[in-house]
């Protein structure tokens, strides 16, 4: 069997939708040969007590350049977020990133602004999931 890459990841959440980020997690540690790393802000990180909006852009903004991609839940709350448009705008104009969106399972209304910068639309499953992001990692 060839060398499994591992995959650096940031995973776009809001801690208000916690759960969902903890599924991808669960979804990414148990599909199997697939290896990975976490480069998203954990909630434990001080950077959420941060004084200002520019001290947690930059933060976000320190964690994407090593990563392969970018995955974005593309749940309607996103659309709300006031920093989906900023995540967005780092991932892809600052350094070029691929973005999976996911739909969450079940959603009828999804985010259009997720979507639209998306380089891939994948339903809530981790073989949908982890193929897009094999597929479209840099």
Same mark, same amino acid.
């Given at each position: 069997?060839?060398?499994?890459?591992?995959?650096?990841?940031?995973?776009?959440?809001?801690?208000?939708?916690?759960?969902?980020?903890?599924?991808?997690?669960?979804?990414?540690?148990?599909?199997?040969?697939?290896?990975?790393?976490?480069?998203? &802000?954990?909630?434990?990180?001080?950077?959420?007590?941060?004084?200002?909006? *520019?001290?947690?852009?930059? %933060? =976000?903004? /320190?964690?994407?350049?090593?990563?392969?991609?970018?995955?974005?839940?593309?749940?309607?709350?996103?659309?709300?977020?006031?920093?989906?448009?900023?995540?967005?705008?780092?991932?892809?104009?600052?350094?070029?990133?691929?973005?999976?969106? &996911?739909?969450?399972?079940?959603?009828?209304?999804?985010?259009?602004?997720? *979507?639209?910068?998306?380089? %891939? =639309?994948? /339903?809530?499953?981790?073989?949908?999931?982890?193929?897009?992001?094999?597929?479209h990692s840099i």
């Amino acid at each position: 069997m060839p060398q499994l890459k591992t995959y650096k990841l940031f995973i776009s959440h809001s801690w208000a939708y916690g759960n969902a980020y903890e599924k991808l997690v669960k979804f990414f540690n148990e599909h199997p040969n697939f290896t990975w790393i976490d480069y998203s &802000v954990p909630k434990n990180d001080p950077i959420h007590n941060a004084p200002n909006d *520019k001290a947690l852009y930059e %933060a =976000i903004k /320190r964690q994407m350049p090593f990563v392969n991609c970018i995955v974005m839940m593309a749940g309607v709350y996103s659309t709300y977020s006031k920093w989906i448009n900023k995540e967005i705008e780092i991932a892809k104009k600052v350094y070029s990133k691929p973005l999976v969106a &996911v739909e969450p399972w079940g959603s009828e209304k999804t985010s259009k602004i997720v *979507k639209d910068n998306a380089d %891939a =639309i994948v /339903r809530w499953s981790s073989a949908s999931i982890v193929n897009a992001i094999r597929n479209h990692s840099i």
